[in-house]
């Protein structure tokens, strides 16, 4: 079990002394008192001695703890925590993700949906939507109960609905923080069948009613309504069931254009320009990846990212007369451009950025930071990359 390896070798003693303990799991002779190196050794000797039951709990937590680890989970997780300074000065990223995993799990739980619904923002997943700002959200328990039965009737699957709603930001176009209301949807999904051993021998079917998440922002302030689920069927009767219930509005929402990426201008071998009080210190095409328009081929041509030489120079000088870059036959399907910042005061190291985009609407910018993603969307705006399409 690599994760909980990971898990336990980046905890500190307290950290995990208090993960055991917490969750009724029994590791003997552990010396909590020594050096985290000794007792991280100590726990992953008896880890594999544990009950199937204990290392499954173990394994569904550190899972969900080192998920959160990183600086996309750090920052949803100071955005609700109850008291975010004293978790800021915790010496590690997972000791301030386990300590809110034990102590305020419902934070817990909602920094997840936070990062649920902003991974998969303006992506396949998701629709905007707009309406006059400034209307009320209702939030009284008729409206609540109104709204979940209707959740109930929409989609056909199972009757228990849960409706969660907390307050968060959201960064708009501008990287201006909008206050927003996140209404989460859990919804029990159709009965579905799997094999478990019972005993040494003996198999036997399970049943089990998996949940669905959909995840709504909204803001006053602006009239947005942001949904993301898995189809767009489901986003449109979400949207209208959110509107007539919670909103009170008869109004139909109108859809907010969906941004799609094109790759076209990287073709013309133009400058990729910059702002200097970003401080970035170069900015490069080093991957693009061409799909054959007469067949199924495909030609992906990189350039290291350390090297000085431009990408369309490199394409000419190999290529030639064959540059696939500059023909008729070949269109960009995939590319990655390489953002360099100058180093940091009291740094030399220089921090890289690389931005992968991906036809028709993939883009890694939404696993990245708050800033980066700024950056990044700043940018593609400016270079040409992103178009907006009807829904």
């Given amino acids: 079990m690599p994760i909980v390896r990971n898990f336990i070798r980046h905890s500190s003693p307290q950290g995990l002394e208090e993960y055991f303990t917490s969750k009724n799991i029994t590791v003997l002779g552990v010396d909590w008192s020594l050096d985290q190196t000794t007792v991280a050794g100590n726990v992953i000797q008896l880890i594999d001695h544990l009950p199937p039951e204990d290392?499954?709990?173990?394994?569904?937590d550190a899972e969900r703890i080192n998920h959160m680890a990183d600086e996309i989970g750090q920052a949803a997780l100071l955005s609700v925590a109850t008291n975010a300074v004293q978790l800021s000065l915790m010496s590690s990223a997972l000791e301030r993700s386990r300590w809110v995993y034990l102590h305020?799990?419902?934070?817990?739980?909602?920094?997840?949906?936070?990062?649920?619904a902003d991974q998969y923002r303006h992506g396949r997943n998701w629709s905007g939507y707009q309406l006059s700002p400034s209307l009320l959200l209702h939030?009284?328990?008729v409206s609540l109960d109104n709204f979940k039965e209707k959740m109930k009737s929409l989609f056909g699957l199972g009757d228990k609905v849960k409706i969660e709603l907390f307050d968060r930001t959201l960064p708009d176009d501008d990287g201006n923080d909008v206050d927003v209301v996140?209404?989460?949807i859990y919804q029990e999904g159709l009965p579905d069948a799997y094999l478990e051993f019972e005993g040494e021998e003996d198999i036997v079917s399970r049943i089990r009613r998996p949940v669905s998440?959909?995840?709504?922002?909204?803001?006053?302030?602006?009239?947005?309504?942001e949904i993301v689920a898995a189809k767009r069927e489901r986003r449109e009767m979400i949207a209208k069931a959110f509107t007539e219930n919670l909103l009170k509005q008869t109004v139909e929402a109108d859809k907010i254009p969906l941004r799609q990426y094109c790759l076209e201008p990287l073709l013309k071998g133009k400058a990729l320009?910059?702002?200097?009080?970003?401080?970035?210190?170069?900015?490069?095409?080093?991957?693009?990846?061409?799909?054959?328009?007469?067949?199924?081929?495909?030609?992906?041509?990189?350039?290291?990212?350390?090297?000085?030489?431009?990408?369309?120079?490199?394409c000419r000088e190999y290529f030639s007369d064959f540059n696939p870059v500059t023909s008729n036959s070949f269109m960009p399907i995939q590319a990655t451009i390489s953002i360099r910042f100058q180093p940091e005061e009291g740094s030399n190291r220089k921090?890289?950025?690389p931005v992968k985009i991906s036809l028709p609407n993939g883009c890694d910018l939404r696993n990245r930071t708050e800033r980066e993603r700024l950056i990044g969307e700043k940018y593609l705006k400016r270079w040409g990359l992103v178009q907006e399409i009807s829904q």
């Fill in 182 to 184: 996140q209404v989460m």
């Fill in 273 to 314: 320009d910059w702002d200097t009080s970003d401080c970035i210190e170069s900015v490069q095409l080093v991957m693009m990846k061409l799909k054959d328009l007469g067949g199924d081929g495909r030609v992906q041509i990189e350039v290291p990212a350390k090297n000085e030489t431009d990408f369309h120079d490199y």
């Fill in 104 to 116: 305020e799990p419902d934070k817990f739980r909602h920094a997840e949906d936070i990062r649920y």
């Fill in 351 to 353: 921090k890289v950025l």
């Fill in 55 to 60: 290392q499954a709990r173990l394994r569904v």
């Fill in 139 to 141: 939030t009284d328990s």
């Fill in 213 to 225: 998440e959909h995840a709504i922002s909204y803001s006053p302030d602006t009239g947005t309504i």
